[in-house]
């Protein structure tokens, strides 16, 4: 597609639920990042794909939190047991790969979780 | 550790005024710098970014910024502000540039004013 795509836009959930947040990267694109930004502070990195392969998971705040990427193309960021904590803007990013010219990244407009 | 510095979280200036953004970095090596800019309801979008060569980088809507190693800095600035660049905007880093794990600063939300 032309750009990075996020579904669904906003979420709302109950604390203790599971959440599923997708990404659609621009096609072609080998690498993709997520990302967690909460309200009034900057993006934090949370984990990186190249192709499938999951290359950094440094940034997950915990082993609720779950990425997977299995064709190369799609992902999804999964969040177990849904705390309030978890609130915040979750942003997906993709990237040609490959050298420093074709690492400029393109987001996505994001998706909202709101835990009650 | 790489890390970044906006000062001033909200910087307010008159329309055709000097708009001038701060940060500062921290890297233990030769940084890869970004400037974000974030429109409400949208995605962070590339305004401009340095890696090697030549460092005064112009980039997208008028905006430029200099690179000063010897300041650790990358201030962003336009020579004359208008209505549409108010928005939020934010510096990061990058230590590797062939991943592109950018560390954001905790970004500056621009006000213009007529």
């Known amino acids: 597609g032309a750009g990075v795509s996020q579904s669904p836009r906003y979420k709302v959930a109950k604390r203790g639920q599971d959440v599923a947040l997708r990404c659609d990267p621009i096609?072609?694109?080998?690498?993709l990042f997520w990302y967690q930004q909460a309200l009034g502070q900057g993006p934090e990195f949370l984990t990186y794909f190249q192709n499938e392969a999951q290359l950094d998971k440094s940034g997950l705040p915990s082993d609720r939190f779950f990425a997977e990427r299995p064709e190369g193309s799609v992902s999804t960021l999964k969040i177990q047991r849904t705390q309030q904590e978890d609130s915040a803007v979750y942003l997906c990013a993709s990237s040609l790969g490959g050298g420093p010219g074709a690492n400029v990244l393109t987001f996505g407009a994001g998706s909202r979780l709101t835990v009650l | 550790a790489q890390s970044v510095t906006q000062l001033g979280s909200h910087v307010s200036v008159s329309e055709g005024a000097l708009v001038l953004l701060r940060c500062n970095y921290s890297?233990?090596?030769?940084?890869?710098l970004f400037w974000y800019v974030q429109y409400p309801n949208q995605g962070l979008q590339l305004l401009l970014k340095?890696?090697?060569?030549?460092?005064l980088v112009k980039g997208i809507n008028g905006f430029e910024a200099e690179f000063k190693k010897s300041e650790t800095s990358f201030h962003l600035t336009k020579p004359s502000a208008h209505m549409s660049d108010a928005a939020e905007y934010f510096c990061?880093?990058?230590?590797?540039?062939?991943?592109?794990?950018?560390?954001f600063g905790t970004g500056t939300r621009l006000q213009v004013t007529l």
């Open positions: 340095y890696t090697t060569g030549a460092t």
């Open positions: 990061a880093v990058s230590e590797d540039g062939t991943a592109s794990k950018l560390t």
């Open positions: 890297s233990s090596v030769p940084p890869y």
């Open positions: 096609s072609g694109h080998v690498s």
